[in-house]
């Protein structure tokens, strides 16, 4: 059986700054003005290296941690993306077409898929596991999947991220994403913290559950950006019935994560 | 948590399956050459998979064509790997039954050839654009499309810790009670990212890679593909080798360059051991990371005598295949587990006299040895460690 809490959202994409700022969007329609990013987390040496992926990822990584009261040096992170740092891996690609021994050692060892979670371990003093995977399109599906095993194998809080940004021209005919979204989400071993704001049971299955769609206006903010995946999950977390609520997320082409909230914050089922 | 292990295989330029690699490993016969890899001139030697540029990829699987897949390709069909992949789809149901895969830079050697066909719009022409092979889960969806498995599937991209981290994550599905089985392995291929990447980095060495000599003068990229069809216990009644443990850890120190007192790396070793219920002396073998950069194995050497005692003993291997950055880890498990199978521990190639710093011995010479553990160990960029510990089933 595999259930989790979920006791703390962090999230920065168009229009909004932080999770409070995405539900207004959502519920209102009313959107912030885009927000710059400033991690000040990340230490001044570290920060002037790190690429807008990585700011992205710590930035919501911090939210999270803090909406849930918890100390970052203690956590393991499940890092989840389609498409990895595409402004990287386009520099990269277009330096070796002419003058490959031009590369900028520093945009190497930036390119590598993990390398929000190394920022975030230098940035927190974390020696916790991190793993950071994809799963192309379905990389909000399989990072919720591999977080939630974590926090039932190892009996342990994991910080799950899933992100990707706007595909530069070259790319954009593998990932269509034209916006840059990360969200984050602080999950818990069921009843371990009592400030939780929902209880999940998941469930693997062929076939999808019925559950509403997002609104036009809120899709079309979001289009192309695999990480919206992972926005009707992290939405159920605003709504006040305690039981009852179901929401699926596609694993493939063939399988589904489905969800069932089976208690609201606090105590577990 | 135990996780059995029916079968397992490896491709790399020290050989194209089992019985290549142990031919190559006992004639200390290295597969190391002079950096030959189309489009690129260093002067630096590499771990080349020949004859990859040959291979035709069957019909069903013509749209996923790439290096790194025509590598992982190459990988499942070695030792019956496919076959056995088949067998247990037939038992046990294709959801039941996972992929766990992991890569570096998976088919990104690909993109490189399209962004040098740039259109006047700045995009890739048509015959360069394959979605599903450009992007960091390729290798996944690969292994997918070529067994039919249909149950969860991913791609680990760690860097160089990520085909040993497969291991952890199948063994945690096995133990939620997700799947049955899983399919756990790497495919990662030599491409430009990495080759002027780690030049850039001034981490290539210009001659065969020494590892742990006092005058080794950097890494020599290899690539493979490498495979271990794992089982929740009672699943297979021929699996004589199981995943005892696992650690993971990161390092909170640096990007690119390990802590220096290996601190990290520590966590992990001690992470697998807790796991897997062993004293640190039970440990037969290592096989080290070893990349023959100068702080990586001063930092592993450090870190290892910081736990064990010489009655533990460690070597690397990377002097026969180069360092397959991401399907590192997944080799050098099933070369640690072919050690137990077989009781005999390779040593160090190209490595002629130990660095006189290092506190700890390291094996240079092959060996028999009467072995009941062994360990793994691989670390990454991003400070991403990872650690297993095999032993017997029946144990």
């Given at each position: 059986?595999?259930?989790?809490?979920?006791?703390?959202?962090?999230?920065?994409?168009?229009?909004?700054?932080?999770?409070?700022?995405?539900?207004?969007?959502?519920?209102?329609?009313?959107?912030?003005?885009?927000?710059?990013?400033?991690?000040?987390?990340?230490?001044?040496?570290?920060?002037?290296?790190?690429?807008?992926?990585?700011?992205?990822?710590?930035?919501?990584?911090?939210?999270?941690?803090?909406?849930?009261?918890?100390?970052?040096?203690?956590?393991?992170?499940?890092?989840?993306?389609?498409?990895?740092?595409?402004?990287?891996?386009?520099?990269?690609?277009?330096?070796?077409?002419?003058?490959?021994?031009?590369?900028?050692?520093?945009?190497?060892?930036?390119?590598?898929?993990?390398?929000?979670?190394?920022?975030?371990?230098?940035?927190?003093?974390?020696?916790?596991?991190?793993?950071?995977?994809?799963?192309?399109?379905?990389?909000?599906?399989?990072?919720?999947?591999?977080?939630?095993?974590?926090?039932?194998?190892?009996?342990?809080?994991?910080?799950?991220?899933?992100?990707?940004?706007?595909?530069?021209?070259?790319?954009?005919?593998?990932?269509?994403?034209?916006?840059?979204?990360?969200?984050?989400?602080?999950?818990?071993?069921?009843?371990?913290?009592?400030?939780?704001?929902?209880?999940?049971?998941?469930?693997?299955?062929?076939?999808?559950?019925?559950?509403?769609?997002?609104?036009?206006?809120?899709?079309?903010?979001?289009?192309?950006?695999?990480?919206?995946?992972?926005?009707?999950?992290?939405?159920?977390?605003?709504?006040?019935?305690?039981?009852?609520?179901?929401?699926?997320?596609?694993?493939?082409?063939?399988?589904?994560?489905?969800?069932?909230?089976?208690?609201?914050?606090?105590?577990?089922? | 948590?135990?996780?059995?292990?029916?079968?397992y295989t490896c491709t790399s330029?020290?050989?194209?399956?089992m019985?290549?690699l142990?031919?190559?490993?006992?004639?200390?016969?290295?597969?190391?050459?002079?950096?030959?890899?189309?489009?690129?001139?260093?002067?630096?030697?590499?771990?080349?998979?020949?004859?990859?540029?040959?291979?035709?990829?069957?019909?069903?699987?013509?749209?996923?064509?790439?290096?790194?897949?025509?590598?992982a390709?190459?990988g499942l069909?070695q030792?019956?790997m496919?076959?056995?992949?088949?067998?247990?789809?037939?038992?046990?149901?294709?959801?039941?039954?996972?992929?766990?895969?992991g890569?570096?830079?998976?088919?990104?050697?690909?993109?490189?050839?399209?962004?040098?066909?740039?259109?006047?719009?700045?995009?890739?022409?048509?015959?360069?654009?394959?979605?599903?092979?450009?992007?960091?889960?390729?290798?996944?969806?690969?292994?997918?499309?070529?067994?039919?498995?249909?149950?969860?599937?991913?791609?680990?991209?760690?860097?160089?810790?990520?085909s040993?981290?497969v291991?952890?994550?199948?063994?945690?599905?096995?133990?939620?009670?997700?799947?049955?089985?899983?399919?756990v392995g790497g495919a990662d291929?030599?491409?430009?990212?990495?080759?002027?990447?780690?030049?850039?980095?001034?981490?290539?060495?210009?001659?065969?890679?020494?590892?742990?000599?006092?005058?080794?003068?950097?890494?020599?990229?290899?690539?493979a593909a490498g495979f271990a069809?794992?089982?929740?216990?009672?699943?297979?009644?021929?699996?004589?080798?199981?995943?005892?443990?696992?650690?993971?850890?990161?390092?909170?120190?640096?990007?690119?360059?390990?802590?220096?007192?290996?601190?990290?790396?520590?966590?992990?070793?001690?992470?697998?051991?807790?796991?897997?219920?062993?004293?640190?002396?039970?440990?037969?073998?290592?096989?080290?990371?070893?990349?023959?950069?100068?702080?990586?194995?001063?930092?592993?050497?450090?870190?290892?005598?910081?736990?064990?005692?010489?009655?533990?003993?460690?070597?690397?291997?990377?002097?026969?295949?180069?360092?397959a950055?991401?399907a590192a880890g997944i080799l050098e498990a099933v070369i640690?587990?072919?050690?137990?199978?077989?009781?005999?521990?390779?040593?160090?190639?190209?490595?002629?006299?130990?660095?006189?710093?290092?506190?700890?011995?390291?094996?240079?010479?092959?060996?028999?040895?009467?072995?009941?553990?062994?360990?793994?160990?691989?670390?990454?960029?991003?400070?991403?460690?990872?650690?297993?510990?095999?032993?017997?089933?029946?144990?």
């Amino acid at each position: 059986m595999i259930e989790f809490a979920v006791s703390g959202i962090g999230a920065w994409g168009p229009g909004f700054g932080n999770w409070a700022e995405l539900l207004e969007g959502v519920r209102n329609g009313q959107w912030a003005d885009d927000v710059p990013l400033r991690p000040e987390r990340i230490p001044p040496r570290e920060r002037r290296r790190s690429p807008a992926f990585v700011k992205m990822a710590v930035e919501v990584m911090s939210q999270a941690c803090t909406a849930a009261d918890v100390d970052p040096r203690e956590l393991a992170v499940v890092f989840a993306t389609a498409m990895s740092d595409m402004q990287t891996n386009d520099y990269m690609c277009r330096v070796l077409v002419d003058t490959p021994a031009a590369v900028s050692p520093t945009k190497f060892h930036n390119s590598v898929n993990n390398a929000a979670t190394g920022y975030w371990s230098i940035a927190t003093g974390s020696l916790a596991a991190s793993n950071a995977l994809c799963a192309f399109q379905y990389s909000a599906g399989i990072g919720l999947l591999e977080a939630a095993t974590q926090v039932v194998a190892e009996r342990r809080p994991v910080l799950l991220v899933v992100q990707d940004e706007a595909a530069p021209p070259p790319l954009e005919h593998i990932c269509p994403s034209t916006v840059d979204l990360a969200f984050a989400a602080l999950l818990e071993p069921a009843g371990s913290h009592s400030g939780a704001l929902a209880h999940w049971r998941l469930e693997t299955a062929a076939e999808a559950a019925p559950q509403a769609a997002l609104s036009a206006a809120v899709g079309q903010r979001f289009a192309g950006n695999p990480a919206a995946d992972l926005l009707p999950f992290l939405l159920a977390h605003a709504e006040h019935d305690a039981k009852g609520a179901t929401v699926t997320i596609p694993l493939s082409s063939a399988l589904h994560a489905r969800l069932a909230r089976v208690g609201a914050g606090g105590e577990a089922a | 948590m135990r996780a059995q292990i029916q079968r397992y295989t490896c491709t790399s330029a020290a050989g194209t399956g089992m019985t290549a690699l142990r031919a190559s490993l006992a004639a200390r016969r290295s597969g190391l050459r002079p950096n030959d890899f189309e489009g690129c001139d260093l002067p630096t030697w590499i771990g080349r998979v020949p004859g990859l540029e040959d291979i035709d990829l069957p019909g069903h699987l013509l749209h996923l064509d790439s290096r790194n897949n025509r590598l992982a390709w190459l990988g499942l069909q070695q030792d019956g790997m496919l076959d056995a992949v088949q067998a247990v789809k037939a038992r046990l149901s294709p959801e039941r039954l996972g992929i766990v895969m992991g890569t570096s830079t998976s088919s990104i050697g690909f993109t490189e050839i399209g962004y040098r066909h740039l259109d006047e719009h700045d995009r890739m022409p048509p015959e360069f654009q394959a979605p599903e092979v450009q992007n960091l889960h390729g290798p996944g969806l690969f292994v997918a499309a070529a067994t039919g498995l249909t149950g969860p599937c991913l791609t680990i991209s760690t860097a160089c810790s990520s085909s040993a981290k497969v291991f952890a994550t199948g063994a945690r599905w096995l133990q939620c009670g997700l799947v049955d089985a899983v399919l756990v392995g790497g495919a990662d291929s030599l491409c430009l990212n990495t080759l002027y990447g780690f030049n850039s980095l001034q981490l290539l060495s210009s001659e065969p890679c020494r590892p742990s000599s006092a005058d080794r003068q950097g890494i020599n990229i290899g690539e493979a593909a490498g495979f271990a069809l794992i089982g929740r216990p009672g699943v297979f009644d021929d699996a004589e080798l199981s995943l005892l443990g696992y650690g993971e850890s990161s390092d909170a120190w640096h990007m690119s360059h390990p802590h220096p007192e290996g601190k990290g790396a520590l966590a992990a070793m001690d992470q697998a051991l807790t796991r897997a219920g062993l004293d640190p002396d039970a440990i037969g073998y290592i096989n080290l990371h070893g990349t023959a950069s100068k702080a990586n194995d001063a930092v592993e050497n450090v870190a290892i005598g910081q736990r064990f005692s010489p009655a533990t003993r460690i070597s690397s291997t990377k002097g026969w295949t180069g360092h397959a950055l991401g399907a590192a880890g997944i080799l050098e498990a099933v070369i640690a587990l072919d050690a137990l199978a077989a009781q005999r521990i390779p040593g160090t190639l190209n490595t002629d006299e130990v660095d006189p710093e290092f506190g700890f011995p390291v094996q240079l010479e092959n060996s028999e040895a009467s072995l009941d553990y062994v360990m793994s160990n691989s670390f990454g960029f991003g400070g991403n460690n990872a650690t297993l510990v095999f032993g017997r089933s029946d144990d």
